[in-house]
C-alpha cells in the first residue's frame, strides 16, 4: 500500500479537541440556564432559508453558502442558503409563528452559522452564536431594553472568561446630533462612523467628505463619538457639544436628541444597578445596520480588547420588513470568545473524557463483574468506563492516566485508587462518591 495522502485543514471551521469540547458545552449549558432562570424560551430555526430572504438589499450575498445537490432536480426548490446570523431566520420564525406566540416573546438561541468570510483570528466560517430577543406586538416598554443587556450581562459573568464591559450608545441621540449639524445621510455617516476602529479618525473623516459632509461636520461627529462614562456624567458632555456645534435649529432633531440621551441615561443607570461595573456610555459606538433605532450594544472582554466586540446587538422597531413587532436582542459570538481563550491556553477541560472511574478487569472470566460494578456507580451518576483488556494492573492505570480518569476501581479487593496521589481506600459502589469536582470534566483556568 502507498502512504496515506496527508489530511489537508480546512480554514474556517473550527474543531476542539475532546477536552476543548468540554469547555464548550459547558459555556452553553452556563448560558442556557441563566437565560432560562429569566424566563427566556429556547427554539431553534432551520439551518436554511431562501436566499432572497438571507441577502436582502445587503452586501451579505457574498458570504451566503449556498445550498444545493449535487445531483441536478427538476424543479425543487428556490434557492437555498445556510443563514450567516440568527437574527434573519428569526424575523421569518415570528412572522409565520406570529398567532401561535404570546407576546411579548421571549426566546434564546444557541446554534451554529455560517458566513464565508476570510478566516482569521476571531473569525470562523462555521460558529456558535447565542441570542437573546424580546419581541412586542405593537410597543416595547424602555424596561425590556435594560432587561435584555442585564441578561446578557449575567450570563457573561457566568462563562469562565474575563470582565465583560458592555459599550452602549443611543441611536436617537446619534441621528438628532447628526442632523442638527447638517448631516442628511445619517445612515451613511454610522456606517462610516462604525469603522472608527478599523481604519481610524482620518479615515471616518475622509468618507464623511465623500459623502458630502461639512468639515465642520465631521469634527463635531468625531467629538461626539470621543464621549465615553461610567455614570451620567456623559450627559452634561454632550449637551456641552450640542451648544457649540448644533446649527440648523432643527425642533424635530433636538427632540430626538435630548430622547435619547435620557433613554441611554436611564439604561446604563439601570444595568450598573443590576450588575454593577458593567455598562459605560460609550458615543462612539454606532452598529452599521440600519435597522438599530434606540439603544445599541457593543462588548469587550478585560485584556482581549484587541478581538473587538464579543457580544453585540440593539432596539429595532421592525424585526419583519412589512413592519411591526417592535423589539430588543443581543447576541454572543461564542466561538469568538472560544477561538481565543483555547487557543490561548487559558481554558481547558480538566479531563478529556467524561469517566471518574476506570473499572479494572483482574482476568476477562470475571469481566461480568467489572461491568455490573460500573453500571452500579453509573446508576448514581457516577460516569465509568471498564478496561479494554486483563492486562496488568499497572497497565490499566497507565491506560487511565492517558485517558485522563482520576480513578481507578479493583474489583477483586474492593479498593478504589486516586491515582494522582496515590491514595488507595476500600470502597463500595453502592455509596462512595468522588469529590464533586471529580464527578464530571469541568472547564478550568489557566
Not at 243 to 261: I, K, P, R, W
Not at 400 to 409: D, N
Request: charge should be negative; hydrophobic fraction near 45%.
Amino acid at each position: 500500500m502507498g502512504a496515506m495522502a496527508r489530511v489537508a485543514p480546512l480554514s474556517g471551521f473550527p474543531e476542539w479537541s475532546p477536552s476543548g469540547r468540554v469547555v464548550e458545552a459547558s459555556m452553553i449549558a452556563s448560558l442556557r440556564e441563566v437565560f432560562g432562570l429569566h424566563g427566556f424560551a429556547e427554539i431553534e430555526t432551520r439551518a436554511v432559508e431562501p436566499v432572497t430572504r438571507l441577502a436582502g438589499d445587503s452586501e451579505a450575498s457574498k458570504e451566503i453558502y449556498a445550498l444545493t445537490r449535487l445531483a441536478a432536480e427538476e424543479g425543487g426548490d428556490a434557492k437555498l442558503g445556510l443563514h450567516f446570523d440568527l437574527t434573519v431566520p428569526f424575523a421569518r420564525y415570528v412572522e409565520e409563528f406570529a398567532p401561535q406566540l404570546a407576546f411579548p416573546f421571549r426566546r434564546y438561541q444557541i446554534q451554529k452559522v455560517w458566513r464565508g468570510e476570510r478566516p482569521q483570528e476571531g473569525r470562523s466560517r462555521e460558529f456558535y452564536q447565542a441570542d437573546i430577543d424580546i419581541v412586542a406586538r405593537e410597543t416595547l416598554p424602555a424596561h425590556l431594553e435594560a432587561e435584555v443587556v442585564i441578561v446578557a450581562a449575567r450570563a457573561l459573568a457566568a462563562l469562565p472568561v474575563p470582565k465583560a464591559t458592555i459599550h452602549i450608545n443611543n441611536r436617537r441621540l446619534v441621528e438628532g446630533f447628526y442632523r442638527s449639524v447638517g448631516i442628511s445621510d445619517v445612515p451613511g455617516a454610522l456606517r462610516s462612523v462604525d469603522k472608527l476602529d478599523k481604519i481610524g479618525a482620518d479615515g471616518v473623516r475622509a468618507e464623511l467628505v465623500e459623502q458630502g459632509v461639512s468639515d465642520a461636520a465631521s469634527d463635531a461627529v468625531l467629538e461626539l463619538a470621543k464621549i465615553n462614562s461610567a455614570d451620567a456624567a456623559f450627559v452634561d458632555a454632550v449637551d456641552d457639544l450640542w451648544q457649540t456645534t448644533a446649527t440648523n435649529g432643527d425642533a424635530e432633531a433636538e427632540t430626538q436628541f435630548s430622547a435619547g440621551v435620557a433613554e441611554l441615561a436611564a439604561l446604563i443607570s439601570a444595568v450598573n444597578t443590576a450588575v454593577p461595573g458593567t455598562a459605560v456610555a460609550d458615543l462612539r459606538i454606532a452598529r452599521g445596520l440600519d435597522y438599530y433605532t434606540g439603544a445599541v450594544f457593543e462588548t469587550t472582554i478585560e485584556g482581549h480588547e484587541d478581538l473587538g466586540a464579543i457580544c453585540s446587538g440593539g432596539r429595532y422597531d421592525s424585526l419583519v420588513a412589512g413592519g411591526g413587532f417592535p423589539g430588543v436582542g443581543i447576541s454572543i459570538g461564542l466561538t469568538r470568545l472560544l477561538s481565543r481563550l483555547l487557543g490561548g491556553g487559558s481554558l481547558s477541560g480538566s479531563r478529556a473524557v467524561p469517566s471518574a472511574v476506570l473499572v479494572a478487569v483482574t482476568d476477562e472470566e470475571t469481566r461480568d463483574a467489572s461491568n455490573a460494578l460500573a453500571d452500579a456507580l453509573r446508576a448514581r451518576g457516577i460516569p465509568a468506563e471498564v478496561a479494554p483488556s486483563a492486562a496488568k494492573f499497572g497497565k490499566q492505570i497507565q491506560h487511565a492516566e492517558r485517558r485522563g480518569i482520576p480513578f481507578v476501581w479493583f474489583p477483586d479487593t474492593g479498593e478504589v485508587k486516586d491515582i494522582r496521589s496515590g491514595t488507595q481506600v476500600p470502597a463500595d459502589p453502592r455509596n462512595w462518591e468522588p469529590p464533586a469536582e471529580d464527578r464530571w470534566p469541568r472547564t478550568v483556568r489557566a
